[in-house]
C-alpha cells in the first residue's frame, strides 16, 4: 500500500546528508585541508540514496500499476477509511521499515567490504613503493 514511503524518507535524509557532505569537501579544498575521507564518505552516502531513491521509485511504480496509488488526493487508496488506513501504517511501519534496514544493511556491506579492498590495495601500493 504505502511501504515505499518509508525508504523514500529515508532517501531525502541522505540526499540531504549528502550535499552537507559534498560542501564541507569543498570547504575543505579550498582551505588545502585533506579532504580524502570526507570524499569517500560523500560519495557512499551518494550509493545510499541512489539505492534507496532507485527501490522507492520502483515500488512506487508498482502500487500505482496495482491501482494503490493515485493521481487525485488521497493519492494512496489506503487512506480513504481508517480501517484501511491503520493497515497502511502497519504495513509501512514493518513492510517499509525492513525494507529500509535492509537496502542500508546491505549499502553498510558493500561500503565495509570495499573500504577493506581498498585499504589492502593502498597497502601493497606503499610496499611496492618501498621495495623500489
Given at each position: 500500500m504505502a511501504c515505499f514511503v518509508v525508504p523514500a524518507a529515508e532517501a531525502v535524509v541522505t540526499t540531504v546528508a549528502a550535499h552537507v557532505l559534498k560542501n564541507k569537501e569543498s570547504k575543505c579544498e579550498v582551505q588545502n585541508l585533506p579532504a580524502e575521507e570526507?570524499?569517500?564518505?560523500?560519495?557512499?552516502?551518494?550509493?545510499?540514496?541512489?539505492?534507496?531513491?532507485?527501490?522507492?521509485?520502483l515500488l512506487?511504480?508498482?502500487?500505482?500499476?496495482?491501482?494503490?496509488?493515485?493521481?487525485f488526493?488521497?493519492?494512496?487508496?489506503a487512506a480513504k477509511s481508517p480501517e484501511t488506513l491503520s493497515v497502511m501504517l502497519h504495513e509501512m511501519s514493518t513492510v517499509g521499515v525492513t525494507m529500509a534496514v535492509v537496502v542500508t544493511a546491505f549499502w553498510g556491506a558493500l561500503t565495509l567490504i570495499g573500504t577493506k579492498v581498498s585499504a589492502k590495495a593502498d597497502d601493497k601500493k606503499l610496499i611496492r613503493e618501498k621495495v623500489r
Open positions: 570526507h570524499m569517500t564518505w560523500s560519495s557512499h552516502v551518494r550509493k545510499l540514496s541512489n539505492f534507496l531513491w532507485g527501490g522507492s521509485a512506487a511504480f508498482e502500487h500505482v500499476w496495482h491501482g494503490e496509488v493515485t493521481m488526493f488521497p493519492f494512496l487508496t
